[in-house]
């Protein structure tokens, strides 16, 4: 933890403020599972009262980010695949419902910026990159997620996408078994030509092969 990057907030809603600082620490992993988090040293890092600190920590905690027993400590909650595993189902069938809405309404703009968010993922995945092919899956997913303009997909999507960008992180080299990137091809294509079903059918078959392979047993050593 980059404790000693840490700034006073000027903000006025300090709750959120460290709600999403925290929320990216641990989503990016630079908070570790099992890591202690004190809400009287964040407090005094973040230059603010304990009370928003501990708000924050509470929300994270509804989330299933953070993790606490009574009379001990908060901390980063552990890795779970199998609460991942379940994630990857509902969100495979939420990015499928949003493209099965946005494919009639995106204009040539918005498939300027999945191309676009392709390319950046290609370059992120070549670089090994993680942050950044994580950050350009997204953009490019978001490209539908905006079209289909449901507020109620996205509050869906909000409790389970950490919990799978934690897996994604931990387990960046088994991305690279994954071509991600040439799925989106197919999604765009289909997109382009009138196939909306069967870009349906592909944008959830892309989030389920993700879950698949970051969600597989180890194989002991």
């Known amino acids: 933890m980059k404790k000693d990057q840490i700034q006073p907030i000027q903000r006025?809603?300090?709750?959120?403020?460290?709600?999403?600082t925290?929320?990216?620490?641990?989503?990016?992993?630079?908070?570790h599972p099992g890591e202690r988090l004190s809400d009287k040293e964040l407090a005094e890092k973040f230059g603010i009262s304990r009370t928003p600190v501990r708000e924050a920590l509470k929300?994270?905690?509804?989330?299933?980010?953070?993790?606490?027993?009574?009379?001990?400590?908060?901390?980063?909650?552990?890795?779970?695949v199998?609460?991942?595993?379940?994630?990857?189902?509902v969100v495979a069938v939420l990015h499928a419902l949003a493209a099965r809405l946005a494919c009639p309404v995106l204009k040539e703009a918005d498939f300027q910026a999945l191309e676009a968010s392709n390319n950046a993922l290609q370059l992120a995945i070549e670089q090994g990159d993680v942050i950044q092919a994580?950050?350009?899956?997204?953009?490019?997913?978001?490209?539908?997620?905006?079209?289909?303009g449901n507020p109620e997909i996205l509050l869906a999507l909000e409790r389970s996408i950490p919990k799978i960008q934690r897996l994604e992180i931990s387990q960046f080299n088994s991305l690279k078994g994954?071509?991600?990137?040439?799925?989106?091809?197919?999604?765009?294509?289909?997109?382009?030509?009138?196939?909306?079903?069967?870009?349906v059918r592909l944008v959830e078959e892309n989030w389920l092969s993700l879950g698949e392979l970051l969600t597989q047993p180890t194989e002991p050593r």
């Open 22 to 31: 925290l929320k990216k620490w641990i989503i990016t992993l630079e908070l």
């Open 134 to 148: 994580i950050e350009a899956d997204t953009h490019f997913h978001k490209v539908f997620l905006d079209a289909a």
């Open 178 to 199: 994954l071509n991600s990137v040439e799925q989106h091809n197919h999604i765009m294509a289909a997109c382009r030509s009138g196939e909306y079903e069967k870009v």
């Open 82 to 89: 199998t609460e991942a595993k379940h994630a990857f189902t």
């Open 59 to 80: 929300r994270l905690e509804d989330e299933g980010l953070v993790a606490s027993l009574p009379g001990s400590s908060t901390y980063v909650a552990p890795l779970n």
């Open 12 to 20: 006025q809603s300090f709750r959120d403020e460290v709600y999403q």
